[in-house]
């Protein structure tokens, strides 16, 4: 299992239940997969986006520190482009 560094955005109108559940929904969704979470970094929290998406002009941020495999991360990458409450997601190797 590789390390990865996984950072999405969560639309800022969600309230703080929502915010949560979803975030909790997609640990969950990494977990059940095989994957270990190792921290979850939510300093960023609700800032401007550098452009508008889906027309948001604001999102909260949340990053991610994780131990996946290519199954886990294919299973995150296909739930993901599909839930309504993520506005972008990004998937990197960490170097660390």
């Known amino acids: 299992m590789r390390n990865y560094e996984i950072m ?3 639309k800022a109108d969600l309230d703080d239940a929502a915010r949560e ?3 909790q929904d997609l640990q969950n969704l990494l977990e059940s997969n095989g994957a270990q ?11 401007d986006l550098a452009y ?3 027309d948001e002009t604001k999102g909260f941020y949340v990053v991610l520190k994780v131990s ?3 199954t886990a991360l ?4 296909r739930k993901v482009k599909i839930n309504p ?5 990004l998937v990197t190797v960490d170097q660390e």
């Open 52 to 54: 508008p998406i889906n």
């Open 21 to 23: 559940a979803a975030m």
């Open 68 to 70: 996946a495999d290519e």
């Open 85 to 89: 409450a993520v506005l972008r997601h």
């Open 37 to 47: 979470v190792k921290a979850t970094d939510v300093k960023l929290g609700l800032r």
């Open 74 to 77: 294919y299973q995150f990458n």
């Open 8 to 10: 999405y955005i969560l």
